[in-house]
């Protein structure tokens, strides 16, 4: 039976639809800047990453995100493990790194500058060999 995120090409419904289907959507990052939403999802005890498009406008960003991976591998980035069409556009698959989003858009231009708790704060404060 082929992996229902890792196997598949399209979908013919929208992307949190089929994340319920194929697993448990464990954590939903639904505040970004970036147009997406991103899910953590747990199938057959192995957790993913997807990002979703929220807007149908940003195409070529994923492309480019595509183009990226295929070009450059690091211990730091999480590994892109497939692509798939939805109804809303493509969605990305990724290897799940814990962590959170590092430019919430809740936050103001201030805070995202100077607030100690922002997370692109907390995570530019990390010493560079736990970062990768």
């Known amino acids: 039976m082929a992996h229902p995120l890792t196997e598949v090409a399209a979908v013919?419904?929208?992307?949190a639809s089929c994340l319920r289907e194929s697993g448990e959507v464990f954590r939903?990052?639904?505040?970004?800047?970036?147009?997406?939403?991103?899910?953590?999802?747990?199938?057959?005890g192995e957790r993913w990453f997807v990002k979703a498009f929220k807007e149908p406008?940003?195409?070529?960003?994923?492309?480019?995100v595509i183009q990226l991976h295929a070009t450059v591998r690091h211990p730091a980035l999480?590994?892109?493990?497939?692509?798939?069409?939805?109804?809303?556009?493509?969605?990305?698959?990724?290897?799940?790194v814990p962590g959170e989003v590092?430019?919430?858009?809740?936050?103001?231009r201030e805070q995202r500058h100077s607030d100690p708790t922002h997370p692109h704060i907390r995570f530019r404060s990390l010493p560079v060999p736990e970062v990768l």
């Not at 939903?28 to 057959?44: E, K, M, P, W």
């Not at 406008?57 to 480019?64: C, L, Q, V, W």
């Not at 590092?102 to 103001?108: E, S």
């Open 12 to 15: 013919d419904i929208r992307a």
């Open 28 to 44: 939903a990052f639904r505040h970004q800047d970036s147009g997406t939403i991103s899910y953590g999802v747990l199938v057959d």
């Open 57 to 64: 406008d940003i195409t070529e960003s994923f492309h480019r």
């Open 78 to 96: 999480p590994h892109l493990r497939n692509t798939f069409e939805t109804p809303g556009g493509l969605a990305l698959v990724y290897d799940w």
């Open 102 to 108: 590092l430019n919430d858009p809740r936050f103001t």
